[in-house]
């Protein structure tokens, strides 16, 4: 609404003007962790469209001698097999050459920097939803299922022991030197409300200027390495009276596995005016701008990564 010229004579409303600021304001950007830890796996070209891994698993262990000259009772591997079947993902929108040429803004390249965002958020949330799913799963506190969880219950250093002991005694590696324990940035709060945890920064780690009191960087805790992110999953409203379930996802080195196509890797595209012909494009007027990607994931190995859900102080309570 443009404002009137005070203390001006001669002037009208046409001539009181805004000034445009050409530099775009930066857009706010998650961390986009849950496709790190991953086994990475590349379909090459005429290779189909589905990965299978497979795995032999323990053999039970003996405790019985044997009997000389008796064939003993043979024992029979068992043999896992994991497939993830890549599918396609993709957006686009469309332009017009009067746009390009007239427009304040650089559209073609923020628009392939939006696009770019959007996808590595995509593909980010793909592999999430599904490694969030396993069936290695840890209630805080009392909970006895999502249902349970409830206020007050969050994620605290005893949370995380129990989390660790549960993947060390299923003899989960870790990923170099660590376990990646995926927090949401609201949980971040509450890890650094546990006087548990703070004890251990204030005590264990180097004084001065690096340490996570000061930084707000929480590094490792036994061996569990916090890794922070706003896509951590959450569950809206499926706690104990309808409070917000968190989770946090803590990982050994062959938990999951990510998969995508060699010969269509994920990328931008940018058709420029003219390029849709004669029947798309009769007058050279429309551009367009897009991605495109192929991905799966799958989980791999349920006894490599734990999932814990508790809710947060900062998230909604229970009613």
Known sequence: MPLPLRGATGFNSTEDKGTYDRALLRRAQPKLVHNTYGVKARI????????????????????????EGTISTETIPTVVTIVATVAQYGQFFRSTDYVSDQAFDPILMEGTEVLGEAMGESLDIL???????GTTVQYASTA?????????????????????????????????GVYPLIIHTKTKGDVFGDTNVVNAFLYAAARGGDNPMLTGRLGTYLGAEFV???????????GLSGAEVYVSLLLADGAYGVVDLQAQTARTFYKPVGSGGATGDPIDQVWSLGW??????????QNFMVRIEHTSQYGTQAA
Do not use: D, Y
Request: glycine letters at 12%; charged letters at 20%.
């Open 44 to 67: 090459p070209p005429r290779g189909g469209t589905w990965c299978e891994w497979r795995r032999m698993e323990k053999l039970s262990t003996t405790s019985t001698a044997l009997t």
């Open 228 to 238: 922070v992110t706003s896509q951590a999953r959450t569950f809206a409203s499926l």
């Open 127 to 133: 592999t999430r939803n599904i490694i969030t799913a």
């Open 292 to 301: 495109k990607a192929n991905h799966a994931a799958a989980i791999l190995n």
């Open 144 to 176: 006895g299922s999502r249902g349970g969880v409830g206020s007050g219950m969050w994620l605290t250093g005893s949370e995380i022991r129990e989390a660790l002991a549960t993947l060390e005694t299923q003899n989960g590696e870790t990923i170099g």
